[in-house]
């Protein structure tokens, strides 16, 4: 029974994986760049959430919303002001934007905040269900099951709606994306700002169940990685299916080794996919 | 004895020679010894990540091994530090291959992911791992044995240890540049598809260069932990050091030879200044700045002061000067 | 027979980019590859660079089997191509450039750089040796990419529309320089739009047309074959193609 309440726990959290990792692999799908600062964009969700709780009183929709949507204006004012610029540069400075940008967020963060532990105090989400013998806490059971409506939910956007395949377009193919008279800069700038509110929001998820200091946004840059690694560049489904698989595997690493591993397997895993299988669970090699 | 040509090189050279006969004082000393160490890493970082251009964001690893290292060696078996310095090496050598083989085929951000994952790795794993003393760290000799234990009151002939070894590092990318070898990073960087029609093997040289650059801060890390006599998974493989090398060498020139001297000139004393002055809260706002200065040179001037500096100068002033 | 293409063909997914497509080059020759945007000849140009694995069919260099061979191998082997949009070192000089090129057959610094610099002459980019590739114009960097691989000594020349966008001086000047360099035995297949180039410079063309190669024979009987009419013209190509790369 124990073991099944920790898969569960590792699936719910897997979820908000998938969440956030959908946000990296559209923008990796879109214009092979990778975010190494999107990390940090999950970790000011979660501030964000912190600060509508203290300051608003304001409940989880009021802290999903102003998370969601303050994450999109941001990815979308550093799409503006940074990115669009190094894109058109050398790997180096590609690299070193989002690098940098981490650290000045992960730092500021810090400062603001110091480097300890946080969780949002007593919500309306709290209790546990007991489903069959197996206990799962309402907060990890709304935010997981959330996460995974909301990976979906962008995945029929992209697919279905007509913005969706303008974004596809552009990632597809620029030129043709032009001539048709899509502009690949809005739909940049549009897709860092669902990127980051994707991510935002995953943090307010997150907030809702797991405490957290400035120091998730490193992590959670990683498991993105691994996650969007595993599941193929560019693909939300794919993504959704590699999050659940990653957080699975980790709950299951800490049950069993400790929880010192919960970090280790995470990294390890992604150099093993590396080695083993560079394009993904749904790549073409 | 022919008198040597005087030339910015020369004056360089003669400089940092005499630096610590006039500034001799043990914070001007210190200083002297931390911009060399800083020196010698950027450098080494610069041969994979300024020249060929594959930007590794987790040098720290090798640093760190080949920090361990010397003092592993004297903890398990007395030796001297030194004689662990080439094991440093050898270890530094098998990360490399293990992570160039799968990440050189794929995209650069393959690799740089794959170099923060496995630097955070091995820094997590080296916290739990009771061999090398955990969270805790490894200790030196206290008191010296033997002048191979190379425990210096002062810190003077560390200074010129540590320039001996950064001049032969300039001098092999010296002329590395020159020859068959330094074309084909650039060659790399500048463009692989075409570099591979050309017959470069892209794979190879790749390798090689990060081998060379794993090596160098290998001995970086090995000189760091014999000198300061201690080491723990923070200040051998965390992310500051990594950090630090990347940004020295972008500020003053990422793929040029003398950038990251210049990147250090600039950067240690600021960061000294910092830390003098907020003191213990200094580590966070250090980071803050390296971070916004790393995005400007990023967004603004990714080739570095030194590139800055090409496109100001008055062109005959530049070519006289060139080496 | 230097060259020899059989059979091949590249699929992405269910899409077939080049099919069966055959092509013999003797040594010695200049062959033309024509056809309209999204024929495919630029893919098949890019399986005989070895720049894509082709999916069916086989090449055959010198008596080498090149199918599957890396381009760093056809470069040794002695194939040499350019770029479609030239991809010259920016940063680097002009004879830094065709130093790269020269250092295939020539390990050592001086020697690849003489012969860089012979090579510079060569091609007439002398007034530009060390100038940075990036203060060309698009005309001098073709001749740019020219000149660097030709420093790479190779027996067979792959030219990728490199004398697209020239004026009519700038054109002249280009094909004598393909001729020049013809003369001294390479062989040429050059992917071209510029029909003065094709009628001038080779002696046998191929078009192409949905992947298939349509026609092949002498410039001016393939110029008047209907089939490469329709295709350029545009009847019985109605399906709505994605660009081969």
């Not at chain 2, 098998?94 to 160039?100: C, E, N, P, T």
């Not at chain 2, 002939?157 to 990318?173: E, K, N």
């Not at chain 2, 496109?311 to 070519?319: D, E, F, L, S």
Request: a positive charge; charged letters at 15%; glycine letters at 12%.
């Amino acid at each position: 029974m124990l073991l099944l309440q920790v898969i569960v726990g590792g699936l719910l959290l897997g979820a908000i994986y998938a969440l956030f990792s959908s946000g990296l692999t559209l923008i990796w799908g879109m214009m092979n760049f990778i975010n190494f600062a999107h990390g940090e964009f999950v970790m000011l969700g979660m501030y964000v959430s912190l600060l509508v709780v203290m300051w608003l009183g304001g409940g989880p929709a009021a802290f999903g919303f102003a998370a969601a949507f303050s994450l999109f204006v941001l990815g979308v004012f550093v799409y503006l002001s940074l990115i669009r610029y190094v894109l058109r540069g050398p790997m180096l400075s590609q690299i070193l934007s989002t690098f940098g940008l981490a650290l000045l967020l992960r730092y500021t963060a810090f400062w603001i905040f110091s480097a300890n532990f946080v969780s949002l105090p007593q919500t309306s989400l709290s209790g546990t269900l007991n489903v069959g013998g197996v206990l799962m806490p309402v907060p990890q059971l709304v935010a997981g099951v959330i996460a995974i409506l909301l990976t979906i939910g962008l995945h029929l956007m992209l697919t279905r709606t007509k913005v969706g395949s303008q974004l596809l377009a552009v990632s597809e193919d620029r030129g043709a994306a032009m001539l048709m008279g899509i502009r690949p800069d809005r739909m940049q700038a549009l897709a860092w700002g669902l990127s980051a509110g994707a991510a935002g929001i995953a943090g307010a998820l997150m907030a809702i169940a797991y405490p957290w200091s400035p120091s998730v946004g490193e992590t959670f840059g990683l498991t993105a990685f691994v996650v969007v690694a595993l599941g193929g560049f560019g693909s939300v489904p794919g993504a959704l299916l590699a999050g659940l698989i990653i957080g699975l595997i980790q709950a299951l690493s800490a049950f069993w080794f400790g929880p010192i591993y919960k970090d280790i397997i995470v990294y390890a895993l992604f150099v093993a996919l590396l080695w083993l299988r560079p394009q993904g669970l749904m790549g073409k090699a | 004895m022919k008198i040597p040509a005087v030339t910015p090189t020369t004056l360089l050279a003669a400089g940092l020679l005499i630096y610590p006969l006039i500034f001799s004082g043990p914070f001007y000393l210190d200083i002297g010894v931390t911009f060399l160490l800083a020196a010698i890493s950027a450098s080494a970082w610069n041969i994979v990540g300024g020249y060929t251009g594959q930007v590794s964001v987790g040098h720290a690893m090798f640093f760190g091994l080949g920090a361990y290292a010397p003092l592993l060696c004297y903890t398990l078996f007395q030796w001297a530090p030194i004689a662990g310095i080439p094991f440093g090496i050898v270890f530094s050598i098998v990360l490399a291959v293990l992570i160039g083989i799968p990440t050189f085929r794929l995209t650069g951000h393959y690799f740089s992911m794959a170099t923060i994952a496995v630097a955070e790795l091995i820094r997590i794993y080296f916290g739990t791992w009771d061999l090398v003393g955990a969270a805790i760290g490894l200790q030196g000799p206290a008191t010296a044995r033997g002048w191979w234990d190379l425990t210096f009151r002062s810190e003077l002939p560390y200074y010129y240890i540590f320039l001996a070894v950064l001049a032969v590092l300039l001098r092999l990318t010296f002329l590395i540049e020159r020859r068959r070898f330094g074309y084909y990073l650039r060659a790399i960087k500048a463009g692989e598809r075409a570099a591979r029609s050309l017959g470069v093997p892209v794979q190879q040289i790749k390798i090689k260069a990060l081998i060379l650059s794993a090596v160098f801060t290998s001995l970086a890390g090995s000189l760091y932990s014999v000198k300061t006599g201690f080491i723990d998974p923070e200040s051998g493989f965390g992310i500051l050091v990594s950090v630090q090398m990347v940004i020295i060498a972008a500020l003053g020139g990422a793929g040029k030879l003398y950038g990251p001297l210049v990147g250090a000139l600039i950067l240690i004393p600021l960061q000294t200044a910092t830390n003098t002055w907020f003191g213990g809260g200094g580590t966070g706002l250090t980071f803050i700045l390296y971070g916004g200065i790393i995005v400007l040179i990023a967004r603004y001037e990714p080739g570095g002061l030194f590139e800055l500096w090409e496109r100001i100068a008055p062109r005959g002033w530049r070519r006289k000067n060139a080496s | 027979m230097l060259l020899e293409a059989h059979k091949v063909s590249k699929a992405f997914g269910s899409f077939f980019a080049v099919r069966e497509a055959d092509l013999s080059v003797d040594e010695g020759e200049i062959v033309g590859l024509i056809g309209p945007n999204g024929a495919g000849k630029s893919t098949f140009f890019n399986c005989l660079a070895g720049d894509t694995v082709p999916t069916e069919g086989k090449i055959v260099f010198a008596g080498h089997d090149m199918t599957d061979a890396s381009p760093e191998a056809h470069a040794r082997a002695g194939i040499g191509r350019t770029f479609q949009v030239p991809a010259t070192f920016e940063d680097m000089t002009v004879l830094e450039n065709v130093m790269v090129g020269a250092y295939l057959r020539h390990p050592h610094h001086n020697d690849a750089r003489d012969l860089a610099r012979q090579t510079i002459e060569l091609t007439g980019l002398r007034t530009q040796t060390d100038l940075p590739a990036r203060s060309l114009g698009t005309p001098g960097r073709k001749r740019l990419e020219i000149a660097r691989v030709l420093a790479t000594a190779p027996r067979l020349m792959l030219l990728d529309e490199s004398l697209a966008g020239l004026t009519p001086t700038e054109l002249k000047e280009a094909i004598g320089l393909v001729r020049k360099i013809h003369e001294k035995g390479v062989t040429i297949v050059i992917v071209e739009h510029v029909m003065e180039v094709i009628m001038t410079l080779a002696r046998r063309v191929l078009a192409f047309n949905q992947g298939h190669v349509i026609a092949s024979g002498k410039p001016e009987e393939v110029v008047r074959d209907e089939a490469v009419i329709d295709a350029y013209l545009g009847r019985g190509r109605h399906t709505h193609r994605r660009r081969s790369t």
